[in-house]
């Protein structure tokens, strides 16, 4: 079964940048579509962004998808998540997420897989 491992998180101030990468081990990284979700405290946890296996079809949620974008390298079995003017409410635990195959794409429910996640903390 793949596995996956967040990394690049850390503590930024408003409208800097950071990015995010998902490490994947496992023979079905190459097939598999790949999500972004986050939590932060005492809320939730919602979908931010998805890829799909090819990298050609991108899903964002609203509040992220002028600033964020998602990119995959099957060559390197990562995925990241770079995400650009980073806001306040940006701050939370970011998991990294295979979805299952023919499934939705923004439910925790679509997807199989999660790694421990990685912090990102959004300073004034």
């Known amino acids: 079964q793949v596995q996956l491992v967040e990394s690049g998180g850390g503590l930024v101030q408003a409208g800097e940048s950071l990015r995010l990468s998902c490490a994947a081990s496992?023979?079905?990284?190459?097939?598999?579509?790949m999500g972004w979700f986050r939590q932060a405290p005492e809320k939730e946890r919602e979908f931010v962004a998805a890829?799909?296996?090819?990298?050609?079809?991108?899903y964002y949620t609203a509040s992220v998808k002028s600033r964020f974008t998602i990119s995959r390298d099957n060559t390197k079995n990562t995925v990241f998540l770079q995400m650009n003017s980073l806001k306040l409410d940006d701050t939370a635990v970011y998991f990294c997420a295979s979805r299952r195959y023919n499934s939705g794409w923004y439910h925790l429910s679509d997807y199989d897989a999660w790694g421990q996640g990685t912090q990102v903390t959004v300073s004034s």
């Open positions: 496992g023979r079905t990284f190459s097939t598999s579509a």
């Open positions: 890829i799909s296996s090819s990298g050609i079809n991108k």
